[in-house]
T-cell receptor, first 115, second 109 residues
Framework: ETGVTQTPRHLVMGMTNKKSLKCEQH?????MYWYKQSAKKPLELMFV???????ENNSVPSRFSPECPNSSHLFLHLHTLQPEDSALYLC??????????????FGPGTRLTVL | GQNIDQPTEMTATEGAIVQINCTYQ??????LFWYQQHAGEAPTFLSY??LDGLEEKGRFSSFLSRSKGYSYLLLKELQMKDSASYLC??????????WGAGTKLIIKP
């Protein structure tokens, strides 16, 4: 596997379910990101893990919970979601630091539908 | 607040040239990115500009004017496979990416 992978690619869940999205990067990067992409809206940054520290976006509801066990893996735990949470969830990684311009590499995304 | 503006949708003809504009107002500037995203796929990196001027890469070129808060992506010799959304993003003073909503480009034969 190369680049950034995400599983599952598609997920349908009820509002009372608990599920997790998984992201893995094989690029040796030191930063990972979760984005939400809704139709005709800018990418919304949800969470950033940079050098193993979490940078939190305060506008993200607590029903979304990230976990970064190491620099290669990132999870997004979902519980009691709402229908408006249906979107494409993208994971990305980058190499932060001097001499880089923080180009982000994206995974293929998980298409989430909340019923 | 921080804002990135780009047209929602554009249509062009195969073989022609199209210019996609992006204007930005951000707290600081550490570079501007263009990404391409085909429907149902991940965004992929196209270009990065941090200095004023034109950067050419094959059929694609990207221009930046920092004083005007303006960039454009120029696509030449359009092919059907260029039908995609094109995302403009600016790296702000905190090195966070601020994204535009994307421009959906439709190529007609």
């Amino acid at each position: 596997e190369t680049g950034v992978t995400q599983t599952p690619r598609h997920l349908v869940m009820g509002m009372t379910n608990k599920k997790s999205l998984k992201c893995e990067q094989h690029l040796g990067h030191n930063a990972m990101y979760w984005y939400k992409q809704s139709a005709k809206k800018p990418l919304e940054l949800m969470f950033v893990y940079s050098l193993e520290e979490r940078v939190e976006n305060n506008s993200v509801p607590s029903r979304f919970s990230p976990e970064c066990p190491n620099s290669s893996h990132l999870f997004l735990h979902l519980h009691t979601l709402q229908p408006e949470d249906s979107a494409l969830y993208l994971c990305a990684s980058s190499q932060e630091g001097q001499g880089t311009y923080n180009e982000q590499f994206f995974g293929p995304g998980t298409r989430l539908t909340v019923l | 607040g921080q804002n990135i503006d780009q047209p929602t949708e554009m249509t062009a003809t195969e073989g022609a040239i199209v210019q996609i504009n992006c204007t930005y107002q951000t707290s600081g500037f550490n570079g501007l990115f263009w990404y391409q995203q085909h429907a149902g796929e991940a965004p992929t990196f196209l270009s990065y500009n941090v200095l004023d001027g034109l950067e050419e890469k094959g059929r694609f070129s990207s221009f930046l004017s920092r004083s005007k808060g303006y960039s454009y992506l120029l696509l030449k010799e359009l092919q059907m496979k260029d039908s995609a959304s094109y995302l403009c993003a600016v790296l702000d003073s905190n090195y966070q990416l601020i994204w535009g909503a994307g421009t959906k480009l439709i190529i007609k034969p």
